[in-house]
């Protein structure tokens, strides 16, 4: 029976985490340049935040586990190169939306207002460089080479709401631009909240790294299996 215990456990345990995937916000981004540009000139300490819409993330078939995020550079616009003193990158499931459709309330200009309960700083360090970019010539797109793997990865569930990046630095200085999108009212699957503490109905074009905690087809299988042959053996000891 201890033996039957144990299996069951072990089957009941293995569908967890999938294979690593990446997959970019706004979708349609993907191959393809954004229509606008967000330039890093910004004063010296400043909080930024940027929502992503949970429609984006519904291909994926549950919820993900976020390890990673990266940014590309404006095709034509040079290089990118930012130095920080400090960071700190959170990421939280949140009530507010990139837009107003379908009676949305869209972020607001308060940022601890937009973080989600289950706001986690997913990342942080000192002083360094932190985009650095040699960028690329136009059409475009520019590589994700700006990748930030995230010490403490954040489980998302887009049922539950928004994705919500929140980035909060000192000592920043440098310049260059991010490849973009933007929207026109009522807005689409971006938005941000930017160093003046102004919504804006577009945001830097992201590609986010994550496993999938979807069970796979195959582990169903063998947990269900597994199961019965518990259940089986139960019911002979039972018999005797």
């Known amino acids: ?28 981004q993907a191959t393809t340049t954004g229509n606008a540009t967000v330039g890093l000139t910004s004063p010296a300490s400043f909080e930024y935040q940027e929502d992503f819409g949970a429609g984006q993330f519904l291909s994926v078939g549950g919820p993900l586990l976020i390890t990673q995020i990266s940014f590309r550079a404006a095709p034509g616009s040079g290089a990118v190169n930012i130095d920080v003193s400090s960071f700190n990158i959170y990421l939280s ?4 939306f990139p837009n107003t459709i379908g009676s949305h309330m869209l972020i607001t200009s308060s940022y601890a207002a937009n973080e989600g309960a289950d706001n986690t700083l997913v990342l942080s360090g000192g002083a ?34 928004t994705l919500l990046m929140d980035a909060q630095f000192s000592g920043w200085s ?15 699957s971006v ?5 003046s503490d102004t919504v804006g109905l577009f945001g830097p074009i992201v590609q ?10 195959g582990s169903m299988t063998l947990l269900a ?9 139960i019911r002979r000891k039972l018999g005797r």
């Open 1 to 28: 029976m201890k033996r039957a215990v144990i299996v069951a456990v072990v089957l009941f345990l293995a569908p967890t985490l999938a294979s690593a995937n990446t997959l970019v916000v706004p979708n349609a």
């Open 174 to 188: 440098g310049g260059g631009s991010l490849d973009a999108e933007g929207f026109r009212f009522p807005g689409g």
């Open 208 to 217: 986010f790294g994550y496993t999938s905690v979807v069970p796979e087809p």
């Open 191 to 195: 938005a941000q909240v930017d160093s």
């Open 93 to 96: 499931t949140s009530s507010y």
């Open 128 to 161: 360094g460089t932190f985009f650095s970019s040699p960028g690329c010539t136009t059409p475009g797109p520019c590589a994700f080479d700006m990748v930030f793997n995230l010490t403490t990865p954040f489980l998302y569930d887009p049922t539950k709401g």
């Open 225 to 233: 299996s597994g199961l019965a042959a518990i259940s089986c053996f």
